[in-house]
């Protein structure tokens, strides 16, 4: 039996962790909002990311002069080093940036495109029926690295060798693994077998384990000629040079055609009104504006009297999802490739038609798209590894970032001696013929990575995202409906349980017809879901996949940043 003093701490612990966090604005018929700390408040700078060494970085770049586009990239550059079962330079990047000295939003869509020599016909001629998750043929043009170039030309202020410094000083030195990294890292072993992936990742033919000092001076090398020679040595010089060659001998289709042509596109983000907030997201190949079609939904409904996370709630949540993802199965794409009616989407007379189609006391089995008149587009969705950031500077310049690899480590092909794996978004191309999504060169796929964006009265609001494959625009949804229905702080909002909903019609043409899968966590209450399935959603248990958030939102009455960062991941929020 303890001793009294040990029980004592016990009891205390338990306390702590289970007391209801402060509501931001409104009563506690909030419900169950519990929060795993306070917000981080600071009035210079904030930085929120899923790994505190990477928050470090960004704030010692804030620190030293830099801004927060500045402090983003260098955070991402951690990153890449830190958790690369979710992105790195392999990988694609898409952001929302707030410029205070134009006080407007900026959108850059900097994710690559398919190989100009790999054509559907071939793969069809192969066997391949759709496409492959891993190996050479998913394989997209790396956009990372002209993302960050791009971000930097326009907004950044200290030169980009001083940017990337901590990434290269961490890849020589080493870090100690984080723990749910060193859990997810343990799965790369499935990888093991793919050309490069052992020897960069699987030092003595295993995983690092939590703790374990990892070092990767392969990638030091590589950050250290991209800080020198700038974004033309990763796309035209030596390190294209490395890449071609390496896809050469393993079967992959990119040249260095592929990388001297590729280029990021400065986009406009696109917004909707939420009960007088405007969120903003960007536009397709990414599903951001899904999260709008679901808030025009809901908006018409009283979401704070059914009482957060009830029976009603989730309903009405998980309704407006199915419905919303039934027009991203058809209609999101490239835009390069097809016309999507983006202002048709997100307009309020188009959600008051497809609003209609949500009963309130029953779980729709089956729906379709609006009928807009565009031919069918879209991609196969499955889960995604990717890593989110956010970074404010003391002058109200605010970044929201997002990158990824797409499934774990991506490919599993890592280029000869260059430290980092290739991403498999190509896996998100359909190969049906006559889809605006199917595979053709030269062409961005489906995307499901999405940085969010909100401001009140056109100024800055709050910078956030939830990363995870199609649980992103659910997690959007979700985190807001807690912030301006419910009252919640940042802290509780990211806290609060979720819910996912998976089995809405898949861009690949599969229908929806048993009402997908409704996944719970374990804080939602038995009878809530007990009362879902007498509504007819199939309750579905699920100890993943309900996203990773980070989130600052701006105080303007005090003129100090707000920071929250969710238990779900190693990260942390901070500021100074």
Same mark, same amino acid.
Request: aromatic share 10%.
């Given at each position: 039996?303890p001793?009294? @003093? =040990?029980?004592?701490? $016990? ?15 409104g009563d506690?018929?909030t419900?169950? #909002?519990?929060?795993t700390?306070s917000?981080? %408040?600071?009035?210079h700078? =904030?930085?929120a990311?899923?790994q505190?060494?990477?928050t470090?970085?960004?704030l ?6 830099g801004?927060?586009v500045?402090? *983003? ?7 890449g080093l =830190? ?8 990988g694609?990047l898409?952001a929302?940036?707030?410029?205070a000295k134009t006080?407007r939003l900026y959108?850059?869509?900097?994710? @690559? ?13 192969q ?13 997209t043009?790396?956009?990372c690295?002209?993302g ?7 907004f950044? &202020? ?6 990337l410094?901590p ?5 020589r ?6 723990e749910?990294?060193a859990?997810?890292w343990s799965f790369?072993r499935?990888? +093991?077998d793919?050309?490069?992936? *052992? ?5 003595d033919?295993?995983a690092?384990?939590?703790g ?5 001076p #392969? $990638? ?8 020198v @020679?700038?974004r ?7 390190? #294209?040079d490395v ?5 050469r ?7 260095k055609?592929?990388? *001297?042509e590729?280029a990021s596109?400065?986009?406009?983000p ?5 009960r007088?907030y ?5 536009p397709?190949?990414? &599903?951001?504006?899904?999260?709008? &079609?679901m ?8 979401l704070?009297?059914m009482?957060?996370?009830?029976a ?8 407006? +999802? ?8 058809r209609y ?12 048709k989407?997100?307009?309020k007379e ?5 609003r209609?189609l949500?009963d309130p006391?029953? #779980?729709a ?11 069918r587009?879209g *991609? ?6 990717t ?8 002058d109200?310049?605010m970044v929201?970032?997002? &990158?990824?690899?797409?499934?774990g480590?991506g490919?599993?092909?890592c280029?000869?001696?260059?430290g980092?794996?290739?991403q498999?978004r190509g896996? $998100?191309?359909?190969?049906e013929?006559?889809h ?12 499901? %990575?999405i940085?969010?964006?909100v401001? +009140?009265?056109?100024?800055?609001f709050l910078?956030?995202g939830v =990363? ?6 659910q997690?959007?949804?979700?985190v807001l ?6 009252g ?6 990211g ?6 909903h998976?089995g ?9 017809t048993?009402g997908?899968?409704l ?12 009362a $879902?399935a ?6 579905h ?6 996203g @990773?958030?980070q989130?600052?939102?701006y105080?303007?009455e005090?003129?100090?940043?707000i ?10 929020a901070?500021?100074?």
């Open positions: 039996m001793a009294p @003093g =040990m029980m004592l701490g $016990l009891v205390v612990l338990t306390v702590v962790v289970l007391m209801p966090a402060r509501a931001c604005g506690r018929i419900g169950r #909002a519990f929060a700390r917000e981080v %408040i600071a009035r700078g =904030m930085a990311t899923s505190p060494l990477a470090q970085i960004a010692d770049i804030l620190k030293r002069g801004n927060a500045d402090a *983003a990239i260098a955070a991402n550059a951690a990153l =830190m958790e690369p079962t979710g992105n790195g330079v392999g694609d898409f929302i940036v707030w410029d006080q959108g850059l869509n900097a994710s @690559g495109r398919s190989p100009f020599d790999l054509t559907r016909e071939w793969l069809i001629e066997g391949h029926e759709q496409m492959p998750n891993f190996g050479p043929l998913p394989i043009v790396p956009g690295v002209d960050w170039f791009e971000l930097h030309e326009r950044g &202020q200290l030169p980009m060798k001083d940017v410094a990434a290269i000083r961490y890849a030195e080493g870090f100690p693994v984080s749910l990294i859990y997810y790369g499935r990888l +093991k793919y050309p490069g992936f *052992a020897d960069t990742f699987l030092p033919g295993s690092p384990a939590k374990e000092i990892f070092k990767n #392969a $990638l030091a090398g590589t950050l250290e000629k991209i800080a @020679g700038g033309d040595v990763f796309y035209k010089g030596k390190l #294209a890449m071609d060659a390496f896809c001998r393993v079967g992959c289709f990119i040249r055609r592929d990388f *001297a590729h596109t400065w986009v406009e696109v917004s909707t009104n939420y007088d405007d969120v903003w997201e960007l397709p190949n990414g &599903q951001g504006i899904a999260a709008l &079609q808030l025009n939904i809901l908006e018409a409904y009283d704070r009297s009482g957060h996370n009830s009603a709630y989730l309903h009405h949540l998980t309704e407006a +999802k199915k419905i919303a993802y039934e027009d991203r199965a999101y794409a490239d835009p390069d490739f097809v016309s999507v009616p983006i202002d989407l997100i307009s188009y959600a008051a038609e497809r209609k949500l006391q029953r #779980a089995r089956r729906l379709s798209a609006g009928d807009l008149n565009v031919t587009a *991609a196969k969705l499955r889960e995604g590894d890593i989110y950031l956010t970074v404010a500077d003391k109200r310049n929201s970032l997002i &990158q990824s690899n797409y499934r480590f490919s599993g092909l280029p000869d001696g260059l980092f794996c290739f498999d896996a $998100l191309f359909a190969l013929e006559g605006p999504n199917v595979y053709e060169p030269h062409k961005r796929p489906f995307h499901t %990575i940085p969010a964006f401001t +009140k009265d056109g100024k800055p910078s956030f =990363m995870g494959g199609d649980m992103q625009p997690g959007h949804v979700q409906c807690n912030i301006i229905d419910f919640m702080n940042l802290q509780e909002a806290d609060a349980a979720r819910f996912h998976t809405s019609s898949e861009p690949t043409g599969e229908i929806m048993d997908g899968r996944a719970l966590e374990s804080a939602v209450d038995a009878e809530v879901r007990r $879902l007498r509504m007819g959603h199939r309750i248990f699920a100890t993943g996949g309900f @990773g958030y989130a600052i939102g105080d303007a005090n003129d100090v940043y920071g929250a960062s969710e238990s779900r991941k190693d990260g942390q901070a500021g100074y």
